[in-house]
């Protein structure tokens, strides 16, 4: 019996190690390892963390030098199927009155709260100076127009969209070049199997981007933690709990609902993309995301055409993250500043912020810089009070980021559903590969992505 009983142990113990093993090999094992070795590391030496930042800043900038090929291949590619273009014209009025009513919805909740429970009450920084960073930032802000935004879609060359890397532009070029091939082009079109075959190439590349990771997220947030000191997770904890707080409400309560509402689960939508979330997580950065999640999306269910179009454009346009912490920080500068800011003048500037927030890249800092272009258009409350954000800026646009991820996953779900083009079978199967044992399901090769992310495989 005893020779048994050592067998089963070893055979046991064999067993556990396997299971370890196996798990490390999972991409967000190995991210989520990395994010807490960064946050240690900057606690315990601050100057060497700081060090680490090339390393997120490398991560980040190949990610991005991804984002515009691979949205023009998914776009042309999945506009092509398109052969109504009132289809498509259908397709964008669902997506930007979705994105208008969500970021409204968002946008008026982080007025409410920052009015309810006053974060910046009491504080009484009158007597702000702006500093070299706010100033800069303002700046450049300042010459934010209705006008210039629209005419900022439209690239001076076909080229200068993609060299400069802004994805509304290529958005812009990607839908008039997928509309031409829908039209007038044949199927069997030699530019659209030269396309075909160059998203195949793209994404064989990020595979080998994905491989260094856990890599750039220790980067990232070793650096972040080190520069700003453990510190900055008490400063101004109020407004940034309350931030949270409200972000996490907004998720479960109105995209849950939102979600729900189409027939889907939340916390399933969450764990279809947690691996892109704690990317998010060590790089604040919305934008490492984008590649993975069009090609994650197609294979949840959702059409290639609903995906190539929705999620870039939700990019630009469905910032619900940010949305939410416009409001809640306008409303604590003002309580900070002493400055009086009436509902009439909160209904203005929401309606100035329903502008200013969209458009422009999803960086860390980039909510940041449309706060400074709408304290710019309103003249109502202080510049100086972006100072009192300035050394936060980092945690605030974590939380924005992932919220701005999460529904932006939302919104392709429900507008494919919108459209009769979500396949719930393809959802079902696909769920429960992620759900599989290590090595049964698609973690299982999660750092190395396959080939195709075409929707019909």
Partial sequence: MRPNSKAAGSSGGSTGVKFV??????????????????????ILAPATAVEMKPLGDAF???????LGPIIFCSVVLGLTHVRDMGQLGRLAFKALLYFEILTTVGMALGFVVVNVFEPGAGLHATSLAVNESVARISNTASHFTAVGFFLSIIPNTLVDAFAK??????????????????IGGKKDSPILRGIEEGQDVLFRILGFIMR????????????????????????????????????????????????????????KLIRLVREELLLVLG????????????????????DEAVVGFVLPAGY????????????????????????????GQQIGVL???????????????????????????????????????????????????????????????V???????????????????????????????????????????
């Fill in 283 to 302: 790089t604040a950065s919305g934008e490492v995301a984008l590649p993975r999640l069009m090609q994650k999306l197609e294979k949840a269910g959702c």
């Fill in 351 to 413: 309606a100035i912020m329903l502008l200013t927030s969209k458009g422009g890249t999803t960086v860390a800092g980039g909510a940041f810089i449309k706060l400074a272009a709408t304290l710019q258009t309103v003249r109502a409350l202080p510049l100086n009070g972006l100072g009192l954000l300035f050394g936060v800026d980092r945690l605030m646009a974590t939380c924005t980021a992932l919220t701005n991820v999460v529904g932006n996953t939302v919104a392709v779900f």
């Fill in 415 to 457: 507008i494919a559903r919108w459209e009769n083009a979500f396949n719930r079978t393809k959802f079902d199967s696909y769920m429960a590969e992620l759900a599989a044992p290590a090595g049964a399901g698609p973690q299982a090769s999660a750092v190395a992505v396959p080939a195709s992310a075409k929707a019909g495989e």
């Fill in 60 to 66: 980040i900038g190949l990610l991005r030098m991804m």
């Fill in 212 to 267: 260094v990771a856990p890599i750039g997220a220790f980067g990232a947030i070793a650096a972040a933690v080190g520069a700003h000191g453990s510190g900055t997770l008490i400063y101004l904890a109020k407004l940034v709990g309350l931030y949270y707080v409200t972000s996490l409400a907004f998720v479960f309560l109105v995209l849950g609902s939102v979600a729900g509402m189409a027939g889907l689960s939340i916390l």
């Fill in 165 to 182: 890397g802004e994805i509304l532009q290529v958005l812009f070029i990607s839908v008039l070049t997928g509309a031409a091939l829908s």
């Fill in 21 to 42: 093993m196996a798990r490390l090999r999972q991409l967000y094992v190995q991210v989520i390892i990395a994010i807490l070795l960064g946050i240690a590391l900057g």
């Fill in 316 to 343: 630009s346009f469905n910032l619900d993250g940010t949305a939410i912490y416009m409001a809640i920080a306008v409303g604590f500068i003002a309580q900070a500043t002493d400055t009086p800011f009436s509902l």
